[in-house]
């Protein structure tokens, strides 16, 4: 059924031409992974700490959740169900790891369903938010690099985890002092989940000629991602509270310059410093640090060296 749906789909989007696959295309484009840190990162730094923690704290889960999901059921992409299913243009290079859940639904219902849960927000805004977290889902299917069910799945996931971080920020603002509990129970989470993915068995599907069809070590990969950046945020987020304290509460030119240069030296880290780090430790081990040291930077190591320099460069009273 989920098949038949995608090449449907696949038949009506040959012959509509490319005006709604461009646009869709540039919707998935906001469920990517670099696209949604850069957005929590301008929130977290520049607009409002409070939104941009809620954001991160939802998405980490969220990639925890994934990762451990899309391990367990280990369903295969629809072209490697179904020969005929051909994805539009370069979709395929940001479809990584398992199919189910969608990966790109999820970290749309965690940054933009998010704004569309706060009631603090104008409706309108929250309004164009929620269509956004509906278009990022259809595109998966419409592009044919995902399911029905996984992009299903994935909303309700993401959303359901939104809620229940919700629940936990709320609680952590009642009792500020118990925050290292929530980190340590979190790090268990994250070496659970990690550990369950080194050591499970996968399926071993053969094509005609006799070669392993997926490898299911190599689609682990998204997991170990999701653990770094669980860990990066517990540990970025318990000690930015403890020993930074930065607000954006701040004028409006110091937003703007913060904004500019910690994008530009975050591009640093994702581009360049994390790449290395994957090369110099291969494997897990080097997927999980590369994931951890751009989380970290964004919650913590930005914000330490913007809290210093900021406070240098206020003229002293006489």
């Known amino acids: 059924m989920d098949i038949q749906i995608l090449l449907r789909l696949q038949e009506f989007r040959n012959g509509a031409g490319g005006i709604l696959a461009d646009f869709l295309s540039k919707m998935t484009f906001l469920g990517e992974l670099n696209s949604v ?22 998405w980490s889960g969220n990639r925890l959740v994934n990762g451990a999901l899309k391990v367990t059921v280990c369903a295969y992409r629809p072209w490697i169900r179904d020969a005929r299913i051909l994805p539009h243009g370069n979709a395929m290079t940001t479809a990584t790891g398992y199919s189910f859940p969608s990966g790109h639904t999820m970290n749309a219902a965690t940054v933009f369903g998010g704004g569309a849960m706060r009631a603090d927000l104008p409706k309108p805004l ?4 929620g269509v956004v977290v509906a278009l ?3 595109s998966r299917i ?12 994935g909303m309700g996931a993401g959303l359901l985890v939104l809620w229940l971080t919700l629940k936990l920020m709320q609680w952590v603002a009642k009792n500020p002092e118990k925050d290292w509990l929530v980190v340590c129970v979190g790090a268990v989470l994250c070496a659970a989940v990690a550990l369950y993915a080194a050591l499970k068995p996968y399926p071993e599907d053969f094509d005609v000629e006799g070669k392993l069809i997926v490898d299911g070590s190599k689609m682990a990969n998204d997991t170990f991602k999701g653990v770094g950046y669980c860990i990066a945020f517990l540990v970025g987020w318990v000690l930015e509270r403890r020993y930074v304290g930065f607000s954006t509460d701040v004028p409006l030119t110091r937003k703007l310059t913060r904004a500019v240069i910690g994008l530009m030296s975050y591009y640093v880290v994702s581009l360049i410093l994390a790449p290395l780090i994957k090369a110099w430790i291969p494997g897990f081990a080097g997927t999980t640090l590369s994931c951890f040291i751009q989380m970290f930077y964004v919650v913590f190591l930005f914000p330490l060296l913007a809290t210093r320099l900021e406070m240098r460069s206020e003229p002293t009273s006489r």
């Open 37 to 58: 840190i850069v957005i929590m990162a301008i929130l977290y730094w520049s607009v409002s700490k409070e939104l941009g923690t809620y954001l991160m704290a939802g």
């Open 126 to 129: 929250r309004a164009v938010l």
């Open 136 to 138: 990022v889902a259809f």
């Open 142 to 153: 419409y592009l044919g690099v995902h399911t029905p069910q996984d992009v299903l799945v």
